[in-house]
């Protein structure tokens, strides 16, 4: 009797979509102090990121997403796929806060997935990590920390967090490279209506190449630096 050989879900989908990825993985903090107007306008900014970018052509085969949920434990409701594939998971808020070990979660899920494209000869940009919160670690963080500054340093991802009301800057800035930016109020479609912009603009681009994104802390935009 042959032997069977497992389907190979990945090489058909590069087969069948060679085009460079820009992959994201989105870092949501889901504890219970995002319930009620902040969980509802997180939930309705996943939904605008997916309308824009699958609107438009090139980027809905291009950019993949990913997201990790961290609250009360570390979730993966939604694995890297195409933004034309994309659909914004159900979310809850529930439980504490495991930043560090949702962080330490994205870092590796964005390793696998640059072997993968590897592999199979896919182009790709360099990753995204992109993290929301509105509170502080309640885990132990700075191994994560750690990771984050050697990722940058290497140029395998960017890393990039935003604190809504209530989150831990001081943290955050010891988290991140970039300064952390805080979002005005509640403008998560305006926050996510950016990060679907410049992910458009970075799949338009040649991989490699530095890409000038609209500054989010001008005076119409979302963020002011996090203090």
């Known amino acids: 009797m042959a032997e069977q050989v497992p389907f190979d879900f990945g090489a058909a989908q590069f087969a069948e979509n060679p085009e460079p990825r820009v992959p994201c993985v989105l870092l949501l903090d889901v504890s219970l102090s995002m319930a009620g107007r902040p969980i509802e306008e997180l939930a309705a900014g996943l939904e605008t990121y997916r309308d824009e970018l699958a609107a438009d052509s090139l980027a809905s085969k291009r950019v993949e997403v990913a997201i990790v949920t961290f609250g009360g434990d ?13 659909r ?22 964005v390793r696998v997935r640059k072997d ?41 991802f960017s890393f990039f967090g935003v604190g809504v009301e209530g989150a831990n800057f001081d943290v955050l800035r010891e988290i991140c490279v970039r300064a952390p930016l805080k979002l005005k109020g509640l403008r998560f479609r305006d926050l996510f209506q950016w990060l679907s912009n410049s992910q458009q603009s970075v799949s338009r681009s040649t991989p490699g190449e530095d890409v000038v994104l609209v500054n989010p802390t001008g005076p119409d935009g979302w963020a002011i630096v996090g203090t």
């Open 74 to 86: 570390v979730a993966v409701p939604c694995d890297f796929t195409t933004a034309k594939d994309f």
């Open 116 to 156: 993968a494209y590897r592999t199979h000869g896919i182009m790709f940009y360099r990753p995204w990590i992109f993290l929301i919160t509105d509170g502080g670690p309640t885990d132990a963080w700075k191994p994560a920390a750690l990771r984050v500054r050697e990722g940058e340093e290497s140029k395998a």
């Open 88 to 109: 914004p998971p159900e979310i809850a808020p529930k439980g504490d806060t495991p930043m560090g070990e949702a962080i330490l979660r994205a870092v590796e899920m």
